[in-house]
């Protein structure tokens, strides 16, 4: 089984094998985390945008651990230049790793580096696939995603302000077609303010897929 823990904002953990990935580390000044970053090991950091509230602590534990740092090429090199290991990608491809593959995808959001872009991720972890769409607007390629992929889990913003909002992300999930929902980057400031609760009756109501709501600070096997 894969252990997801989720620490709150977009911040994910995945591990499997002794093997385990870290989305978009946001520990430090993340108001609903618990977690002390520098007690967190990992051996991948994936970061969908530079925005301090999702390349957060990467630096910081890659530092420490020897992390891969796996991002879009603005981000992996700004970290090479500053001595740590790192992956760069783009938007539509793909590269295997040691515990399956990533294949970015685009994100419609603001980048937070220069000359970036945000992303999204579909990873194939253990044979599990998971679609973390990153800070984003709902764009009508996610029907694309979905039927080029068999999505297990899609990890989808619900806040709104900032990214689509539940309304937008139901109809994400139309088109995505996943197993399995876990509504992220909600309730971390006011503006963001959500129900989960709300999200997953319309889901669930509408689509096939099932809503599993987890926790600040909680994992779940998936």
């Not at 093997?19 to 051996?43: G, H, Q, S």
């Amino acid at each position: 089984m894969i252990k997801l823990k989720y620490n709150g904002h977009a911040n994910i953990s995945l591990t499997k094998d002794n093997v385990t990935i870290l989305i978009d580390p946001f520990f430090t000044d993340n108001p609903v985390n618990k977690t002390n970053p520098n007690e967190v090991e990992c051996d991948y950091i994936l970061v969908s945008h530079a925005h301090f509230d999702h390349i957060g602590d990467t630096i910081d534990i890659a530092k420490r651990t020897g992390a891969t740092i796996i991002s879009t090429a603005e981000i992996a090199n700004m970290a090479e230049s500053q001595g740590l290991n790192a992956h760069g990608m783009n938007i539509g491809g793909k590269f295997n790793f040691e515990f399956g593959s990533v294949k970015v995808t685009q994100a419609i959001h603001s980048a937070g580096i220069e000359g970036g872009l945000a992303c999204g991720f579909i990873i194939d972890f253990y044979g599990t696939v998971i679609y973390f769409a990153g800070d984003t607007a709902l764009f009508g390629d996610m029907e694309l995603i979905g039927r080029m992929n068999n999505i297990d889990y899609a990890l989808l913003p619900i806040g709104d302000n900032f990214t689509m909002g539940p309304e937008e992300a139901l109809e994400a999930v139309k088109m995505l077609k996943p197993n399995v929902v876990i509504p992220i980057h909600y309730d971390t400031w006011p503006p963001i303010a959500q129900s989960p609760q709300n999200f997953k009756v319309e889901v669930e109501k509408n689509c096939d897929a099932k809503v599993v709501i987890v926790n600040f600070n909680e994992s779940i096997e998936i």
